[in-house]
């Protein structure tokens, strides 16, 4: 009969849409389901779990990531955002309300990903070109919708601004 170790475990504290976490993980959790899983914070979707879809991306201390990639004990200090921390629930991102405006969501699925990966393209560059756009996005991908609408939703918040 195999003998299976007790699971190394951590206490991770982090930052996570501005409220302190402290909590008991199993070193080997990933980043996607701890955020899932642990916190019930289910806008970071689970796809391709080799970070080739930007699904699941999140902002680990001011980067876009996919957070299927990564450890939760790599994020221990640090501070995260997720598109359920993007804004409050009265008040939508200049971002998000021009996807809304521009019929930018068919199934959903993606969107969180392709909203925090544009807002962090609009803080580096308020008035993006097309191309640009296009460029920050390649790490998405979308099956609905062809991209034109989620491209001209950033474009047209970058010129609103």
Known sequence: ??????????????????????????T?????DFLRNDLGLTGSKEVCGEGECGACTIILN??????C???????????????????????????QQSFEDHHAVQCGYCIPGMVL??????????????????YELSGNICRCTGYHKIVDAIEKAGEES
């Open 62 to 67: 001011g980067q876009t990531v996919n957070a």
């Open 28 to 32: 080997h959790l990933r980043l996607l």
């Open 117 to 134: 990966t544009g807002e962090k393209l609009l803080e580096r560059n308020a008035h993006p070109t097309r191309d640009e756009v296009k």
């Open 1 to 26: 009969m195999l003998h299976h170790p007790t699971p190394h475990t951590f206490q991770i504290s982090v930052t996570v849409n501005g409220k302190l976490v402290e909590h008991e993980i199993v």
């Open 69 to 95: 990639l990564i450890l939760a004990v790599e994020a221990h200090g640090g501070n995260i955002v997720t598109i359920e921390g993007l804004a409050d629930t009265q008040d939508l991102t200049e971002l």
